[in-house]
Every structure is written in structure tokens, then in C-alpha cells.
């Protein structure tokens, strides 16, 4: 089976930076898109990064010129750098990816989701 496992969140002040990663297991054929979410209490989820295979990305208004997506194919991982934070970013992030995975002879093209890795920006 697929998993998706984040880490990297945590407590940060106002200002202050952090790494997301989320690492991808399992019996994986590819990855397409990877992406990065976020749920704050109270809010719905909300798309916070993408990027595709290919490296083309695209990001939230709210975090545009502040947040970088990045992903290494090798180790089928993607990274979500956040910089300037800002209370408003606390939240649950998510990674998410669409996959096809490969067994029995057979190719399944799938979403997933990772547990969620919890971000807080207070001072």
C-alpha cells in the first residue's frame, strides 16, 4: 500500500520559517501531481501549493512570494518552504499526491493523502 508521511511542523513565531516534507511509499509506478493543504479550525480545507511532474507550480494568493514547493523524484518527496509566517498560516497541513501504482500486473491511478503534520505561529 501507499503512504504519504509528513513531517517538519511545529511551533514558530511570527516571522519565523519552517520546512514541510512529505515522503512517498509503497508500490509506486509514478507520481504526478504533489501538493501541499492546509485546514485551519474551523475553515475548510484550501489548496496551498502544487506541482507537477514536470515542475510547474502554483500557489495560494495568501501565500505567494512566501511559500516554494519543491519535490525530488528520486525519493518521491516534495517539501513545502515557508517563510514569513504569519498567524494566519497556523493550520493542519496536508500532502497530497496523485500516483499510479503497479500491481498484479495492473496499473491503478490514485489520490492520497498524508495525516497531516500540525503548523502553529504565535509568539
Known amino acids: 500500500q501507499v503512504q504519504l508521511v509528513e513531517s517538519g511542523g511545529g511551533l514558530v513565531q511570527p516571522g519565523g520559517s519552517l520546512r514541510l516534507t512529505c515522503a512517498a511509499s509503497?508500490?509506486?509506478?509514478?507520481?504526478?501531481?504533489m501538493a501541499w493543504y492546509r485546514q485551519a479550525p474551523g475553515n475548510q480545507r484550501e489548496l496551498v501549493a502544487v506541482?507537477?511532474?514536470?515542475?510547474?507550480?502554483n500557489y495560494a494568493d495568501s501565500v505567494k512570494g512566501r511559500f516554494t514547493i519543491s519535490r525530488d523524484g528520486a525519493k518521491n518527496a516534495v517539501d513545502l518552504h515557508m517563510n514569513s509566517l504569519t498567524p494566519e498560516d497556523t493550520a493542519v497541513y496536508y500532502c497530497?499526491?496523485?500516483?499510479?501504482?503497479?500491481?498484479?500486473?495492473?496499473?491503478?491511478?490514485?489520490?492520497?493523502w498524508g495525516q497531516g503534520t500540525q503548523v502553529t505561529v504565535s509568539s
Open positions: 497530497n499526491a496523485d500516483l499510479t501504482t503497479y500491481s498484479a500486473s495492473r496499473y491503478y491511478i490514485s489520490n492520497y
Open positions: 506541482i507537477s511532474s514536470g515542475g510547474s507550480t
Open positions: 509503497g508500490s509506486i509506478f509514478s507520481i504526478n501531481n
